[in-house]
């Protein structure tokens, strides 16, 4: 299973975005979907993950800002941000387990800054 990851960029403080994460290769079952994230000098953390049934969660220090979303047809992902600020900074990385077995993409980068 290949991942990647693409809708990163420069936003402005207060500004939007939404990520997204492709999937190719032979899928039987995702079990769940994550975005991560990880800002320089830090470790990477979760934000979000999509479990079967479609149950979401999130970490604290994003809830209500940020809305993870997937499309079960494509395999797809989707990460949207809004009010983003200087500390959504970091490179967000999302995260399948096919058949329980952990896939990761190469990131995609997202600078917030005036």
């Known amino acids: 299973v290949q991942l990647v990851e693409s809708g990163g960029g420069l936003v402005q403080p207060g500004g939007s975005l939404r990520l997204s994460c492709a999937a190719s290769?032979?899928?039987?079952?995702?079990?769940?979907m994550a975005w991560y994230r990880q800002a320089p000098t830090k470790q990477r953390e979760l934000v979000a993950i999509?479990?079967?049934?479609?149950?979401?969660d999130y970490a604290s220090s994003v809830k209500g800002r940020y809305t993870a979303t997937r499309d079960n047809a494509t395999n797809a992902s989707y990460l949207d941000i809004d009010n983003l600020q200087p500390e959504d900074t970091a490179v967000y990385y999302c995260?399948?387990?096919?058949?329980?077995?952990?896939?990761w993409g190469q990131g995609t980068q997202v600078t917030v800054s005036s």
């Open positions: 995260r399948y387990w096919e058949q329980g077995v952990p896939y």
């Open positions: 999509i479990k079967n049934g479609n149950r979401t």
């Open positions: 290769g032979t899928i039987v079952r995702i079990n769940a």
